[in-house]
Each structure stands twice: as C-alpha cells, then as structure tokens.
C-alpha cells in the first residue's frame, strides 16, 4: 500500500510514496528542522572543543510543541512544581537538551536525504534496520508537533475524523492521521 511502510525480511522497511505524499513528508521535516533549530545556548558550528562543552538552557522552552518534544525530565506535565523540583529539572535540561536537539535534527536529515533519493514521480524507500528507529523518531516528532499544534487530547483525537473538509485544519488533520499510520506501519514491519 502506497504510504505505509512494509517489512522487508532484512530488519528493514520499504515504504513506497507517490511524489506528492515524498513532497509533503519532506517540507514536513524540513520545518521541523526548522523549529527544532540548534538551540539556546548552543556553540554549533563553532569550535569542536567549545561544543563539548557547551550548556544548554536550563527552562523549558516557551513554544508549547517545543515543550512537548523537550520535556522536563522531573515533575509532572502542566502541574505546578516546587522550587527544588524546578532546580533539577533545570539541571537536568542543561546538560541533555543540546544533545537531544543534535539527535533530533540527525533523525529528520536523515528523512530529509532519504526523500531526496526519490526521482520524479516519487519511489520506493528502503530505510536499513538501523535506520528504522530513527525514521520512527522522525515520524513521532513530526506527529507531536501537529498534534500540539491541533490541540489533540486523548479524549478528543476520535474528532479529527469527523472534522467537515471546510475546516482550515482539515489538511493538518489529514497529515496526522497519515503519520500515525506510517508510524503505525513502521514499528509493524520493525517488531513483525
């Protein structure tokens, strides 16, 4: 099936995508990448020694989808925190936030080049075994993002599908719907 990925018998997945659907899922990763960004706080770019020892920041960042892919790693989400809870979960941010950024980038670029190998007309991709989690971190980001960006709730997801075509968030909808079921797909064909 066009846009879902299948097993390969090799650890890996193929995923065959017409030109429009390589088209959306590009400029999808390349606006992540884009919001995503270096981060506060980050030498990228400049001298390798800096870089290793650069910090990040030590608050969340104020972008609500930016918080969702960059949690805080102590107290519990929207709930007030006290003051010594908020200074480890600063801490902790600190040294794992540009980390996880630098991952998270490499995730997408690697989406990104993949979609790239596709001709005119679109093509069959064959992410190997060990691209596959990558592939299927790329894709929880992106369905993240529109998921915050969408309001998604647990109790409200079932919504989407009845949302009239009028909608102005009808075409995001339709691109989280999509992601899930590639995501869906992708850890089939990695688990089956």
Do not use: H
């Amino acid at each position: 099936m066009a846009g879902l990925f299948e097993q390969t018998g090799d650890g890996g997945a193929a995923i065959a995508l017409e030109e429009v659907e390589a088209a959306i899922l590009r400029s999808l990763e390349v606006q992540m990448l884009e919001l995503i960004g270096p981060g506060p706080g980050s030498s990228e770019g400049e001298d390798p020694l800096a870089a290793l020892f650069a910090e990040g920041p030590s608050e969340a960042p104020a972008d609500p989808a930016l918080a969702r892919l960059f949690p805080d790693a102590y107290g519990e989400p929207g709930q007030p925190v006290d003051g010594e809870t908020k200074a480890f979960a600063g801490e902790f941010r600190r040294y794992t936030e540009l980390d996880l950024r630098a991952r998270k980038r490499e995730d997408a670029l690697l989406v990104v080049r993949s979609l790239d190998t596709l001709g005119d007309g679109g093509g069959v991709l064959r992410p190997s075994a060990e691209e596959c989690p990558r592939w299927l971190g790329a894709l929880n980001d992106l369905r993240l993002t529109l998921g915050v960006r969408l309001d998604v709730t647990e109790e409200d997801e079932q919504g989407l599908y009845d949302l009239p075509d009028t909608d102005d968030r009808k075409p995001l909808v339709m691109a989280y719907l999509w992601l899930g079921a590639m995501q869906e797909s992708l850890l089939e064909a990695m688990t089956g």
